[in-house]
């Protein structure tokens, strides 16, 4: 059997079939890498939507916890493909429990985000966690994807970020 062929071909027929439904008209169709932007520092980073996770995860390569107005706190630097690098302060609002593929899960603090994609513009929640050893140092949920964005998998890079400042 050709899966190619039939991944494609059934991937057509549900677009076709959302679209008669106007459902694909008023969603973005992405490719599952597609650059994101951070706001309010505007940085850009390649990004990997992922519709297998449910959160969205950001590189976050030793943060430092601190305390400020009685709550904690996380502060990291990420640097992007083109060498530019932020440091980013956020309040951890909540610890999230991710269960790993080899069964194992981890507590990971969460802070919220701003995020670009195309020119859908959210504030989401974002766990952090060491992804310094994997491709991409953003990771997409279904938080960030859900209502607004569908994935075609069989691309890359079909939007460009056109979020106002």
Known sequence: MNYKYYFHTSLFVSLLFMHAQGFAS???TAGWIEKAVLYPDGIVLHAKLDTGAETTSINA???????????RWA???ITNRDNESVTIEAKIIREATIK????????R???????????????????LVDRSNLKYQLLIGRNFLNGDILID???TYILSPDCPD
Request: aromatic fraction near 8%.
């Open 26 to 28: 008023e969603h973005a």
């Open 61 to 71: 390569v030793n943060p430092e916890f601190f305390e400020r107005d009685n709550r």
């Open 75 to 77: 502060r990291f630097s």
């Open 100 to 107: 790993r593929h080899f069964g194992k899960e981890q507590i």
């Open 109 to 127: 603090p969460v802070i919220m985000l701003d995020i670009c994609i195309g020119d859908v513009r959210k504030k989401e929640q974002v766990n």
């Open 153 to 155: 998998s069989a691309s």
